[in-house]
């Protein structure tokens, strides 16, 4: 018994493994979906399995069932039931919700984010706005992530990260992020935009913060280096 | 003095019938439309089902080389498309028009050549999205569309053309087939047969009409927008004019969301009668289920937002519109409940049809967790628009509707077919369907939250997908065998099932009152009833019904007769007179094709001549509708006589024309809601140049428009009295004529509406005035036309009240868009908010 659950455990984290797995995150952000989502997973397969247990039940034994009255079925099932579930659960889901704004802070990074068919932009205006082809992110910081295209409507994500959050033409929308280890993400256009959507797939690394300004490039003689970087 | 039942039989058989080889096609009887209906969606869902194959084809390993993006962009897009508007809707609509008027007690629908005119709509608009699928133009941007994929930059091809031409042609029957179902249901049922007492389905199909009504125009206002900024470059979604693709996935969603409501509640409906006649008692908690399916829909209209939680709405509305979509689990759980205390306090057995319910218990129930789980905001950030959300779509639309078609179908072929099935593969089919379906979609949920983003043609072994996926194809597969041997099944049961004499399964409404196959006329007299219509002594109904013993037990003037009531009451006011079969609704549907294809090739002069022939046409048509004579009340049996429908003041038409105008409505508050939205939100806002007011010209076409409704009620006096009505109808005609030539020429003052949104607004919202207007003459030409033939006289007006409600409504939707004209230039200035 034991080993088969230790073998059904192993199964399902390898099953939850992956470069885009929401279900092994390494932010705040997506920790806390994924949180919501084991949770509500529990919830739904309890719920499941009582309503086809009542099902069985009322094929098989009606003549218990009918014990319960028929305004008591809809009372309890169409009214309490929702009435147990929903509020706790859209709590939950709205303080959480709350929790992955892009709340003003001191201490939080900017980076800009273009999307286009089919690539991306990233600059960094706290440098001076360098431009790269793959994302840059400090360790342990928070960081907004500002998303535009220059086309159609795309969509950004690192899915170990945390949600998603769609680029559209006229708009400028602000995702939080926060990696709490260093390493290589993945990300992708979550929004269909075309034949190149598939490809539109992006690195993140992930620095201590004392090796960002290497990793972008920027030198102790950062500064004659800035002039040849198109703003 | 009731006839013989077989001489009753044989004159009614002669008049109601269809003739045969090119008579066919003249074809207006519902039962013969309904089915032509279904068993065309059946097919377009073939073809939705083959596309769905080479999707699981091509995904089934990764890097699979069977297929590159260009086409699986056109493949899933077809799929998502063929599926939700060339199977779902239509089915339904198949079924409701089958099923309603013998659950109702009446002879047909209300407007049977709409009814034909509707399916040859269908017909042809599906048809052109097939045909450009074959050949390799089919729309590519996704079943929603989006904007600016789908704009002109960024699809220059005819592929997004086909899509919003084609799909709103098949909207517009959609539309029509919902007034129809309206009018019908609360009109023309049995004597005695209050709302009250309506089998629950009628419920759910008025609810359904209902929602259809509003609900698809804003969608076929969207796809009209963006045709005319495709075709004319008039800026409404293009952010750098003014614009903002936003304002499509609002007005699409605000469409799409009712839409998944629009496909459940029919299924539920027939889930409604199924259940109770296998549980063998009425269905418990009756009212509960309606005041659960109306609030459904209401509730339905308010959470569209939940398809765009990652567009960066403000956190607040999103709180709010989350609640709302958890809400939807309370009239949800309900009906469920309702469903489950029927079978409690019942006596259940099983029966294919049952094996089915259980299909939709345990699928859908799962489709609705994980859809309350999308509404909650951060896990929807995670799980939209990947895998995930392919998984929960179709546990919802496969469980709320493929399987309750399904148990219909076993439950309702007997009575088409006149004969029961012989089980032995009904189960087995079953088993393969329910069985492949899990194992398509069950995990992958779990696809999905590894991160595969949904409409990818391929990925790659380090993605770590591939198992997943090919345990999915394999489970299509198996689902799809499932479903050929349904077809088998049915083929099977038409040829050698047994054959029965009348209810088989012992059910408690009316359509199996009636002989199987049934006859065109389907009840040989109509019957009184005095209960809720779901627990009717079927039997002995119909034998006595056969017998002549209900109302209209005879055959008059050659007439197609059916009784209609007053709405509330359920007591009978007139004798509707309905049309025979022609050819006219599929003549009219082929200059309807013309004008969908001219304006598809952009070549428009013809789209002109096309227009000009449907215009002909349905003046045509109105030239052989309503009697010319006046008959008084005509006995209908059991001693009670009641005038005709162009005697009453409510006739079907009457009805009609108010639900066209409920449709008419949204779409323009569709209109001036994009008016405000894009001034609101759209960046590159203010424009650089408005319409100067011009004060006099308004007041020219306001005059105009005000002018012919209160002439039109001048002409009602005149008519009421004998007078001659033809020097109003021309004094109306000179106002409308006015307003016309005042709107055009405020048009073409609109500063470049190709520049900014601003003036592309301001200009649809002219158009739309001269659009009624010009309605409005035509209404004033038919008046004229069917007053010299003797359609129109004192007694019978009705055509007058219909054009005085045009021309009203022309006039107050006129004078609110020439207000908006007028202030939105102030208002631009104020705006300025946008960065
Ligand atoms: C017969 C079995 C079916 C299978 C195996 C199947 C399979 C699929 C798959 C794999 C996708 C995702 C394609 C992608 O994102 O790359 C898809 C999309 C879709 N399916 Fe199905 N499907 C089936 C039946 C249905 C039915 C019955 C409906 C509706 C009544 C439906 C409606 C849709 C819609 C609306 C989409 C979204 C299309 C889009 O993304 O534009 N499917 N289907
Ligand atoms: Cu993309
Ligand atoms: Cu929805």
Same mark, same amino acid.
């Given at each position: 018994?034991?080993?088969?659950?230790?073998?059904?455990?192993?199964?399902?984290?390898?099953?939850?493994?992956?470069?885009?797995?929401?279900?092994?995150?390494?932010?705040?952000?997506?920790?806390?979906?994924?949180?919501?989502?084991?949770?509500?997973?529990?919830?739904?397969?309890?719920?499941?399995?009582?309503?086809?247990?009542?099902?069985?039940?009322?094929?098989?034994?009606?003549?218990?069932?009918?014990?319960?009255?028929?305004?008591?079925?809809?009372?309890?099932?169409?009214?309490?039931?929702?009435?147990?579930?929903?509020?706790?659960?859209?709590?939950?889901?709205?303080?959480?919700?709350?929790?992955?704004?892009?709340?003003?802070?001191?201490?939080?990074?900017?980076?800009?984010?273009?999307?286009?068919?089919?690539?991306?932009?990233?600059?960094?205006?706290?440098?001076?706005?360098?431009?790269?082809?793959?994302?840059?992110?400090?360790?342990?910081?928070?960081?907004?992530?500002?998303?535009?295209?220059?086309?159609?409507?795309?969509?950004?994500?690192?899915?170990?990260?945390?949600?998603?959050?769609?680029?559209?033409?006229?708009?400028?929308?602000?995702?939080?992020?926060?990696?709490?280890?260093?390493?290589?993400?993945?990300?992708?256009?979550?929004?269909?935009?075309?034949?190149?959507?598939?490809?539109?797939?992006?690195?993140?690394?992930?620095?201590?913060?004392?090796?960002?300004?290497?990793?972008?490039?920027?030198?102790?003689?950062?500064?004659?280096?800035?002039?040849?970087?198109?703003? | 003095?009731?006839?013989?039942?077989?001489?009753?039989?044989?004159?009614?058989?002669?008049?109601?019938?269809?003739?045969?080889?090119?008579?066919?096609?003249?074809?207006?009887?519902?039962?013969?439309?309904?089915?032509?209906?279904?068993?065309?969606?059946?097919?377009?869902?073939?073809?939705?089902?083959?596309?769905?194959?080479?999707?699981?084809?091509?995904?089934?390993?990764?890097?699979?080389?069977?297929?590159?993006?260009?086409?699986?962009?056109?493949?899933?897009?077809?799929?998502?498309?063929?599926?939700?508007?060339?199977?779902?809707?239509?089915?339904?609509?198949?079924?409701?028009?089958?099923?309603?008027?013998?659950?109702?007690?009446?002879?047909?629908?209300?407007?049977?050549?709409?009814?034909?005119?509707?399916?040859?709509?269908?017909?042809?608009?599906?048809?052109?999205?097939?045909?450009?699928?074959?050949?390799?133009?089919?729309?590519?941007?996704?079943?929603?569309?989006?904007?600016?994929?789908?704009?002109?930059?960024?699809?220059?091809?005819?592929?997004?053309?086909?899509?919003?031409?084609?799909?709103?042609?098949?909207?517009?029957? =959609?539309?029509?087939?919902?007034?129809?179902?309206?009018?019908?249901?609360?009109?023309?049922?049995?004597?005695?047969?209050?709302?009250?007492?309506?089998?629950?389905? =009628?419920?759910?199909?008025?609810?359904?009409?209902?929602?259809?009504?509003?609900?698809?125009?804003?969608?076929?206002?969207?796809?009209?927008?963006?045709?005319?900024?495709?075709?004319?470059?008039?800026?409404?979604?293009?952010?750098?004019?003014?614009?903002?693709?936003?304002?499509?996935?609002?007005?699409?969603?605000?469409?799409?969301?009712?839409?998944?409501?629009?496909?459940?509640?029919?299924?539920?409906?027939?889930?409604?009668?199924?259940?109770?006649?296998?549980?063998?008692?009425?269905?418990?908690?009756?009212?509960?289920?309606?005041?659960?399916?109306?609030?459904?829909?209401?509730?339905?209209?308010?959470?569209?937002?939940?398809?765009?939680?990652?567009?960066?709405?403000?956190?607040?509305?999103?709180?709010?519109?989350?609640?709302?979509?958890?809400?939807?689990?309370?009239?949800?759980?309900?009906?469920?409940?309702?469903?489950?205390?029927?079978?409690?306090?019942?006596?259940?057995?099983?029966?294919?049809?049952?094996?089915?319910?259980?299909?939709?218990?345990?699928?859908?129930?799962?489709?609705?967790?994980?859809?309350?789980?999308?509404?909650?905001?951060?896990?929807?950030?995670?799980?939209?628009?990947?895998?995930?959300?392919?998984?929960?779509?179709?546990?919802?639309?496969?469980?709320?509707?493929?399987?309750?078609?399904?148990?219909?179908?076993?439950?309702?072929?007997?009575?088409?077919?006149?004969?029961?099935?012989?089980?032995?593969?009904?189960?087995?089919?079953?088993?393969?369907?329910?069985?492949?379906?899990?194992?398509?979609?069950?995990?992958?949920?779990?696809?999905?939250?590894?991160?595969?983003?949904?409409?990818?043609?391929?990925?790659?072994?380090?993605?770590?997908?591939?198992?997943?996926?090919?345990?999915?194809?394999?489970?299509?597969?198996?689902?799809?065998?499932?479903?050929?041997?349904?077809?088998?099944?049915?083929?099977?049961?038409?040829?050698?099932?047994?054959?029965?004499?009348?209810?088989?399964?012992?059910?408690?409404?009316?359509?199996?009152?009636?002989?199987?196959?049934?006859?065109?006329?389907?009840?040989?007299?109509?019957?009184?009833?005095?209960?809720?219509?779901?627990?009717?002594?079927?039997?002995?109904?119909?034998?006595?019904?056969?017998?002549?013993?209900?109302?209209?037990?005879?055959?008059?003037?050659?007439?197609?007769?059916?009784?209609?009531?007053?709405?509330?009451?359920?007591?009978?006011?007139?004798?509707?007179?309905?049309?025979?079969?022609?050819?006219?609704?599929?003549?009219?549907?082929?200059?309807?094709?013309?004008?969908?294809?001219?304006?598809?090739?952009?070549?428009?002069?013809?789209?002109?001549?096309?227009?000009? =022939?449907?215009?002909?046409?349905?003046?045509?048509?109105?030239?052989?509708?309503?009697?010319?004579?006046?008959?008084?009340?005509?006995?209908?049996?059991?001693?009670?006589?009641?005038?005709?429908?162009?005697?009453?003041?409510?006739?079907?038409?009457?009805?009609?024309?108010?639900?066209?105008?409920?449709?008419?409505?949204?779409?323009?508050?569709? *209109?001036?809601?994009?008016?405000?939205?894009?001034? *609101?939100?759209?960046?590159?806002?203010?424009?650089?140049?408005?319409?100067?007011?011009?004060?006099?010209?308004?007041?020219?076409?306001?005059?105009?428009?005000? *002018?012919?409704?209160?002439? =039109?009620?001048?002409?009602?006096?005149?008519?009421?009295?004998?007078?001659?009505?033809?020097?109003?109808?021309?004094?109306?005609?000179?106002?409308?004529?006015?307003?016309?030539?005042?709107?055009?020429?405020?048009?073409?003052?609109?500063?470049?509406?190709?520049?900014?949104?601003?003036?592309?607004?301001?200009?649809?919202?002219?158009?739309?005035?001269?659009?009624?207007?010009?309605?409005?003459?035509?209404?004033?030409?038919?008046?004229?036309?069917?007053?010299?033939?003797?359609?129109?006289?004192?007694?019978?007006?009705?055509?007058?009240?219909?054009?005085?409600?045009?021309?009203?409504?022309?006039?107050?939707?006129?004078?609110?868009?020439?207000?908006?004209?007028?202030?939105?230039?102030?208002?631009?200035?104020?705006?300025?908010?946008?960065?």
């Amino acid at each position: 018994m034991g080993r088969w659950l230790a073998v059904g455990a192993v199964v399902l984290v390898a099953g939850c493994d992956g470069p885009f797995s929401t279900l092994e995150p390494r932010g705040p952000a997506a920790s806390s979906i994924a949180n919501l989502w084991w949770g509500m997973l529990a919830g739904a397969l309890i719920l499941m399995a009582l309503v086809l247990a009542l099902f069985a039940f009322v094929m098989l034994a009606p003549k218990q069932a009918s014990r319960i009255a028929p305004r008591h079925w809809i009372i309890w099932g169409g009214l309490g039931l929702p009435a147990l579930v929903l509020p706790p659960l859209v709590g939950w889901s709205l303080v959480a919700g709350e929790r992955l704004l892009p709340h003003p802070g001191a201490d939080v990074a900017v980076v800009e984010v273009e999307s286009f068919q089919f690539g991306w932009t990233f600059r960094y205006p706290e440098y001076g706005g360098i431009e790269r082809d793959i994302l840059h992110l400090p360790v342990g910081q928070p960081v907004d992530i500002h998303i535009t295209t220059r086309d159609v409507i795309h969509a950004f994500w690192i899915p170990q990260l945390g949600g998603k959050l769609d680029a559209i033409p006229g708009h400028v929308n602000v995702l939080r992020l926060q990696a709490d280890e260093t390493g290589v993400y993945a990300g992708q256009c979550a929004e269909f935009c075309g034949t190149g959507h598939l490809p539109m797939r992006f690195e993140t690394h992930v620095h201590a913060p004392e090796d960002l300004p290497a990793a972008l490039g920027i030198t102790a003689a950062a500064d004659d280096q800035e002039e040849d970087q198109q703003p | 003095m009731t006839p013989s039942p077989l001489r009753l039989h044989k004159d009614l058989s002669r008049i109601w019938a269809t003739g045969p080889g090119f008579q066919r096609l003249a074809a207006v009887n519902h039962t013969i439309l309904g089915l032509r209906f279904m068993v065309t969606s059946a097919v377009f869902f073939a073809i939705g089902g083959v596309l769905s194959m080479m999707i699981r084809a091509q995904l089934a390993t990764p890097h699979s080389a069977f297929i590159g993006p260009e086409i699986y962009n056109q493949i899933f897009t077809m799929h998502g498309t063929i599926m939700m508007f060339l199977f779902a809707i239509p089915m339904l609509e198949g079924l409701a028009i089958y099923l309603l008027p013998k659950m109702l007690g009446a002879r047909d629908l209300a407007f049977p050549r709409m009814t034909a005119y509707g399916y040859w709509c269908y017909l042809f608009g599906g048809s052109i999205l097939v045909i450009a699928l074959i050949l390799g133009v089919a729309p590519d941007s996704g079943w929603f569309m989006y904007t600016p994929l789908s704009s002109k930059p960024y699809s220059p091809g005819i592929n997004a053309d086909v899509w919003l031409l084609g799909v709103t042609f098949v909207e517009i029957s =959609a539309l029509t087939m919902a007034v129809e179902l309206t009018v019908s249901i609360l009109k023309l049922r049995a004597p005695g047969m209050t709302l009250a007492r309506m089998p629950i389905f =009628a419920w759910y199909i008025l609810v359904t009409a209902v929602m259809m009504v509003v609900g698809f125009p804003p969608l076929i206002l969207a796809s009209i927008l963006l045709e005319v900024e495709r075709a004319f470059d008039l800026p409404f979604f293009d952010a750098t004019r003014g614009g903002d693709p936003l304002l499509w996935q609002h007005l699409f969603w605000l469409f799409g969301h009712p839409e998944v409501y629009i496909i459940f509640l029919p299924a539920a409906g027939a889930l409604s009668i199924i259940i109770p006649t296998f549980a063998q008692r009425p269905l418990v908690g009756y009212r509960a289920v309606i005041v659960a399916l109306v609030a459904m829909a209401f509730l339905s209209f308010g959470i569209w937002v939940h398809h765009m939680f990652t567009v960066g709405i403000p956190h607040m509305a999103l709180a709010f519109f989350s609640a709302g979509s958890a809400l939807v689990a309370v009239p949800t759980g309900v009906q469920i409940f309702a469903w489950l205390a029927t079978l409690a306090h019942g006596r259940p057995r099983w029966d294919v049809p049952m094996l089915y319910v259980f299909g939709f218990f345990f699928v859908f129930v799962a489709g609705g967790l994980t859809g309350v789980m999308l509404a909650m905001v951060s896990f929807n950030w995670q799980a939209h628009d990947t895998h995930f959300v392919v998984a929960h779509l179709h546990y919802v639309l496969v469980g709320g509707f493929v399987f309750p078609m399904l148990a219909a179908l076993y439950y309702w072929l007997p009575n088409v077919t006149g004969r029961q099935s012989v089980h032995r593969i009904s189960v087995t089919a079953f088993w393969l369907i329910f069985i492949g379906f899990n194992l398509t979609f069950w995990h992958m949920h779990l696809t999905g939250l590894l991160g595969m983003p949904r409409r990818i043609y391929t990925y790659t072994e380090a993605d770590g997908w591939t198992w997943l996926n090919l345990v999915s194809s394999m489970g299509g597969f198996i689902l799809t065998m499932g479903f050929a041997l349904v077809a088998m099944d049915i083929l099977l049961q038409m040829r050698l099932g047994r054959r029965f004499r009348r209810d088989p399964w012992r059910a408690g409404t009316l359509e199996w009152a009636i002989a199987t196959p049934p006859p065109p006329y389907a009840f040989a007299s109509i019957p009184e009833v005095t209960e809720r219509a779901d627990r009717l002594p079927v039997r002995e109904m119909g034998r006595s019904l056969a017998a002549g013993e209900g109302y209209l037990a005879h055959a008059r003037n050659g007439w197609q007769e059916t009784l209609g009531l007053h709405t509330t009451t359920g007591r009978p006011d007139q004798v509707v007179v309905l049309s025979r079969s022609t050819h006219l609704p599929l003549y009219t549907a082929i200059a309807t094709c013309v004008v969908v294809l001219s304006l598809l090739f952009k070549v428009y002069w013809l789209a002109l001549v096309g227009l000009a =022939a449907v215009i002909t046409l349905m003046l045509w048509t109105a030239q052989i509708s309503g009697l010319r004579k006046d008959y008084g009340p005509l006995p209908i049996g059991h001693g009670i006589a009641v005038p005709p429908h162009t005697e009453v003041e409510g006739p079907p038409p009457w009805w009609a024309l108010v639900m066209t105008l409920v449709a008419d409505g949204t779409l323009f508050l569709s *209109l001036i809601y994009g008016m405000f939205y894009l001034w *609101l939100v759209a960046a590159n806002w203010p424009p650089a140049a408005v319409m100067e007011p011009n004060l006099i010209l308004t007041a020219v076409i306001a005059a105009g428009l005000v *002018l012919p409704p209160l002439v =039109a009620r001048g002409a009602l006096r005149a008519n009421a009295k004998g007078r001659g009505i033809l020097l109003w109808v021309g004094l109306a005609a000179l106002g409308l004529a006015v307003a016309i030539a005042g709107l055009v020429f405020a048009i073409m003052q609109v500063p470049a509406p190709t520049r900014h949104a601003y003036s592309a607004t301001t200009a649809a919202v002219l158009a739309y005035a001269v659009f009624h207007a010009g309605v409005g003459v035509l209404f004033l030409i038919s008046n004229t036309l069917r007053w010299r033939a003797g359609f129109i006289a004192p007694r019978r007006g009705l055509d007058l009240r219909l054009t005085r409600l045009w021309l009203d409504y022309t006039a107050v939707t006129g004078v609110i868009g020439l207000g908006l004209v007028l202030v939105m230039p102030y208002l631009t200035e104020i705006s300025g908010v946008q960065p």
